[in-house]
């Protein structure tokens, strides 16, 4: 007699695993938008950061965010939030622009 699952049983297993995975969707969207919020926040204070370091080589405050990268304190990457927004430097502090 040959063993093995039927047709009822595999449907089953499917629909369970189906659920399981529309359930957890959610949540993983949660969380990667917190993510994304949370790695602009830390990459705010990096900027800030460099605009003191900016500030303290040259005695005065950076006009835009290229002159942090012309002065070799940030790279091109870390100009943008990882979200793709631009950031941008006014009165001496950090902004998303």
Do not use: H, W
């Amino acid at each position: 007699m040959k063993r093995g699952f039927t047709l009822l049983e595999m449907i089953i297993v499917v629909s369970v695993l189906a659920i399981l995975f529309l359930l957890s969707v959610p949540n993983i969207q949660r969380v990667m938008k917190i993510v994304d919020e949370k790695g602009c926040a830390a990459q705010l204070k990096v900027i800030d950061s460099a605009i003191l370091q900016y500030k303290l080589d040259t005695g005065q405050l950076p006009l835009r965010i290229n002159d942090l990268v012309s002065a070799g304190l940030l790279t091109k990457q870390q100009t943008e939030c990882s979200g793709g927004e631009q950031l941008e430097i006014r009165e001496g502090q950090a902004y998303v622009r």
